[in-house]
C-alpha cells in the first residue's frame, strides 16, 4: 500500500471534515458536545471545515493522506508557531460552521475552549490541533505519514510541538513519536477529560 501526503487546499476542506467527522465520531469530547451518534460526524464535520478554513488552512499547517486510489484518508492540523490563537474576524467567520456543530450545546463547547486556551502552553510551538484517520484504514499507517514529517521539521528547526490527547488511550501512541504526558485537564467540568502532551525538539 502506497500513501501520499501533501498539503491541503481549499478545494480539499469538505472532503476532509468528512474524514475527520469520520474519525471522531466516538471521540469522547465529541460525543459529549453532539450526544446524538446518528448526526455526530455530520456535525463534527461542520466544525472541522470552519476551523480548518478560517483559522488553520491560511497557516500552512494542514496535511492530507491518501491511499493509492487517490482516495483521502487521512488528515492532520496543525497551526504553526504562534499561530494557535484564533483572531477575531476568523471566529466571526467561523461562527455559521460552529453553530451549526454544536446548536443548543454552543455555549458549553465555548466555555471549553476558553479553558483549553488558558491551559495553553506560552511557548513558541506547532500545535495539533486534530489528527484522524478514517476508521476504514486505521492501523495502516496513516497516522505516521502524517506525523513524521513535521515532527521532522520540527527537529530540524528546534521547535517544540504540542497536542491535547481525547483518548487515554491515544497517549502511548504519541509517547512513541516522542510527546510526554504533562498532566490531566478537566475542561468539561466533570465530563470527558483531555491529557496535554509536550514534545520537545530532537
Not at 471522531?24 to 478554513?53: C, E, K, Q, T
Not at 483559522?55 to 496543525?78: C, K, N, Y
Amino acid at each position: 500500500m502506497t500513501i501520499s501526503v501533501r498539503p491541503a487546499i481549499a478545494s480539499d476542506v469538505p472532503e476532509l471534515a468528512r474524514v475527520l467527522g469520520a474519525a471522531f465520531a466516538d471521540d469522547p469530547i465529541i460525543s459529549w458536545l453532539v450526544p446524538d451518534s446518528r448526526v455526530r460526524p455530520r456535525r463534527a464535520g461542520y466544525m472541522f471545515a470552519a476551523m480548518v478554513r478560517h483559522q488553520f488552512l491560511p497557516g500552512g499547517g494542514v496535511d492530507v493522506a491518501f491511499d493509492e486510489t487517490g482516495r483521502m484518508l487521512g488528515t492532520a492540523v496543525w497551526a504553526p508557531p504562534g499561530g494557535w490563537q484564533t483572531s477575531g474576524p476568523a471566529q466571526l467567520r467561523m461562527l455559521p460552521g460552529v453553530v451549526r456543530a454544536f446548536r443548543g450545546r454552543m455555549r458549553v463547547a465555548g466555555e471549553m475552549a476558553d479553558r483549553m486556551a488558558q491551559h495553553h502552553p506560552a511557548e513558541p510551538h506547532w500545535y495539533l490541533a486534530f489528527i484522524g484517520t478514517h476508521p476504514d484504514a486505521r492501523g495502516r499507517g496513516f497516522g505516521h505519514a502524517l506525523l513524521a514529517p513535521r515532527l521532522a521539521h520540527c527537529d530540524e528547526t528546534a521547535c517544540p510541538a504540542y497536542l491535547e490527547s481525547s483518548k487515554q488511550e491515544n497517549i502511548a501512541y504519541y509517547e512513541r513519536f516522542g510527546y510526554d504526558l504533562t498532566g490531566e485537564l478537566n475542561i468539561t467540568d466533570g465530563g470527558p477529560p483531555m491529557w496535554p502532551m509536550w514534545r520537545s525538539p530532537r
